[in-house]
C-alpha cells in the first residue's frame, strides 16, 4: 500500500496497516545508535521546528496554502517516516494516543500483535507515544507514533519499520521529538467566547471553541456554527459533545418537515443509524420537534438530538451530540452551552422586510445569446457567461443545467427523438415526451429517470427561428419537488425574443 499521509489518517482516527518489503542490515558491536549519524538539518512545518538526522532522504512533502503540513522521510530499516502538523488537533498528545489506541483495539484489518503507550517527558509540551508490532509476514511490522502537543497544535511523528531495528528507530524518533519547537501565532484563548448576531446569542468559556461553519455564499443571511471543546483534556471531551446551531430563511425548500424527513431518509440508508424517534420539547419558550438517534462505528458511539422550531420567520436547527460513552458528562456540559444561549426575537416589521428580501434574493437574473432568464441564486454560473460559446453551465449540489445551443436548424421533434435514444442508453428509464407551455414558448419536453444514481433528466427543447435551444436539466430525485419549482419559475421567466 501507499504509506503517503499516514499522520492524516491517524488525526482522523481511521485504521492504520502496515505492508513492506525485504531491507537486510548490519549491526555494530558496539551498541548505540549505529543507523543514524548525529549531525541533523532542521525543518519548518506549519509552526513547528524539528530537527531530523541528515541520513533521513525527503520522499515528499504536502503543503497547505504554501505552507508545509507534513515531511515523509525515508531511511535505513525504515520503511516511512512521516512528521506532520494540520492544524488544531483538539486535544492533547495524550489523549490522541488514547484515541489511536481505541482504534488498534477494533481494527480488523492487520490487528496488533502487541502495542505500549508511553507518557514522555519533554519540557513545555504535552508528549506521549505509542509502539505496535503489527501481526504479518513482512519486514515493516514495527510502527510508532509520537504526539507533541502546545496550544491546541500537534505535532505527529509516524514511522513504519523493520522489528530488527525498532530501538534505533524509536530512539531517532524521540531525539525529533526532543527537538520540537513552537513557532506559531496561534493561541488557545484565555477570555470569554462569544458569538452575536441579528437572531441568537451565545456565550461559553474559554476551553470552547465556537466556529463559523456557513458554506452556503448563495444564502448569506444563512447562520451556522458549531461548538466543541478547542483543547481535550481527557478522552470524555475529544471531539465530543458538540453543539451545531443552523438558522436558515424558511421558505418551501427550507422547512422543518423537509429537514426531518431528509434526516429520517439518511438515517434509513445508513447502516450506522439507529431509526430516529420523533418527540415535541419545549427549548427556549418555543415547542421543538425533536429527532434522536444514535450513530455507532468502530470506536465511536453517538447520540444526536437535533431540535427543530420557527422563530423570526427563520428555521431553527439546534443539533447536540455527545458521546454515550461519557454521556453525563457530555449531557451537563451541553446543558451549560443551551442555558447560554439565547434566541432573539425580531419585530414584525423587520421580519417581513427580511422575508421580502430573501425572496428577492432566491433568484438571479441573466442572458446568454439574447436570451434573458431568472434561475435560483444557488445554482451558479460553472464560468463566466460568453455568447460567443455555444453552451453555458449552471448547477448548485443537486441540481444541473446546461443550456445548449445549436445552429444546424435541426428539427425539435427530430432533437426530442435523439434524446430519448441518449437518454435510454445512459440507463434512464420511464422515458417520455410530451408538448408543455410556459409563458409565450411552448417546448417539447423530454425526461426519464435513473433509479440507481437518484438522478431524473428533463430537457425542453425549442426552435428559435433557424435555432435549436435545448435546456437539459439534471435533478436529485430527493428533491424533485422542490427543483421542479426550480425549473418551472426559469422557464416562465424565460425571454427569447432577444435572440438573433
Known amino acids: 500500500m501507499k504509506y503517503r499521509g499516514i499522520a492524516a489518517f491517524i488525526l482522523c482516527l481511521v485504521m492504520l496497516t502496515s505492508t513492506g518489503c525485504s531491507f537486510s542490515l548490519k549491526k555494530s558491536e558496539s551498541g548505540g545508535n549505529t543507523l543514524y549519524s548525529s549531525s541533523a538539518k532542521s525543518y519548518n512545518v506549519n509552526g513547528f521546528t524539528f530537527e531530523a538526522s541528515e541520513d533521513l532522504k525527503i520522499e515528499d512533502t504536502n503543503e497547505i496554502d504554501g505552507k508545509i503540513i507534513e515531511y515523509e522521510f525515508s531511511g535505513n530499516g525504515i520503511k516511512t517516516l512521516e512528521v506532520t502538523n494540520y492544524g488544531i488537533n483538539y486535544c492533547t498528545a495524550e489523549v490522541s494516543i488514547q484515541s489511536l489506541e481505541n482504534t488498534i483495539k477494533t481494527r480488523k484489518n492487520d490487528p496488533a500483535k502487541e502495542y505500549e503507550t508511553e507518557k514522555l517527558d519533554i519540557p513545555g509540551f504535552n508528549a506521549a507515544a505509542i509502539n505496535i508490532v503489527n501481526d504479518g509476514d513482512d519486514d515493516y511490522c514495527g510502527e510508532s507514533h509520537i504526539y507533541v502537543s502546545t496550544e491546541g497544535q500537534s505535532l505527529c511523528i509516524s514511522a513504519f519499520y523493520d522489528l530488527d531495528d525498532k530501538d534505533d528507530v524509536k530512539e531517532l524518533m524521540r531525539d525529533i521529538a ?3 519547537k513552537y513557532t506559531g501565532d496561534f493561541r488557545l484563548p484565555t477570555e470569554q467566547q462569544s458569538y452575536d448576531c441579528d437572531l441568537f446569542s451565545l456565550s461559553c468559556g474559554p476551553e470552547w471553541e465556537i466556529k463559523d461553519t456557513n458554506k452556503n455564499e448563495a444564502l448569506s443571511e444563512e447562520t451556522d456554527i458549531s461548538v466543541r471543546y478547542i483543547y481535550a483534556q481527557d478522552s470524555e471531551h475529544y471531539m465530543y459533545p458538540k453543539l451545531t446551531v443552523r438558522i436558515v430563511p424558511e421558505d418551501e425548500k427550507n422547512n422543518i418537515e423537509r429537514f426531518i424527513e431528509k434526516s429520517i431518509k439518511s438515517a434509513g440508508e445508513s447502516k450506522f443509524k439507529s431509526e430516529p424517534q420523533r418527540d415535541k420539547e419545549e427549548i427556549f419558550g418555543y415547542t421543538a420537534d425533536t429527532l434522536t438517534f444514535d450513530v455507532d462505528t468502530s470506536g465511536l458511539s453517538l447520540r444526536i438530538k437535533n ?9 431553527y436547527i439546534i443539533s447536540s451530540n455527545i458521546n454515550k460513552k461519557a454521556a453525563d458528562v457530555n449531557t451537563a456540559d451541553l446543558q451549560k452551552l443551551l442555558d447560554n444561549l439565547n434566541i432573539k426575537q425580531l419585530s414584525d416589521e423587520e421580519i417581513a422586510k427580511r422575508k421580502q428580501a430573501h425572496e428577492e434574493a432566491r433568484y438571479t437574473a441573466y442572458t446568454f445569446r439574447g436570451a434573458s432568464f431568472e434561475i435560483a441564486s444557488e445554482m451558479k454560473p460553472n464560468r463566466e457567461l460568453d455568447d460567443s460559446k455555444k453552451y453555458a453551465d449552471f448547477s448548485d449540489n443537486n441540481t444541473d443545467l446546461r443550456i445548449i445551443v445549436d445552429e444546424s436548424g435541426a428539427d ?24 408543455v407551455t410556459f409563458g409565450a414558448n411552448e417546448f417539447v419536453c423530454v425526461s426519464g429517470i435513473n433509479s440507481k444514481e437518484k438522478r431524473r433528466a428533463e430537457v425542453y427543447l425549442i426552435n428559435v427561428g433557424k435555432q435549436n435551444w435545448s435546456f437539459d436539466f439534471g435533478l436529485n430525485t430527493d428533491d424533485y419537488e422542490y427543483n421542479k419549482d426550480i425549473i418551472e419559475k426559469f422557464l416562465e421567466s424565460l425571454d427569447l425574443s432577444g435572440v438573433k
Open 307 to 315: 431540535f427543530y422550531f420557527n422563530a423570526n420567520g427563520y428555521v
Open 412 to 435: 425539435v421533434e427530430k432533437k426530442a427523438q435523439s434524446t430519448l435514444e441518449s437518454l435510454s442508453v445512459d440507463g434512464y428509464e420511464d422515458t417520455q415526451t410530451e408538448k
Open 178 to 180: 526532543k527537538s520540537v
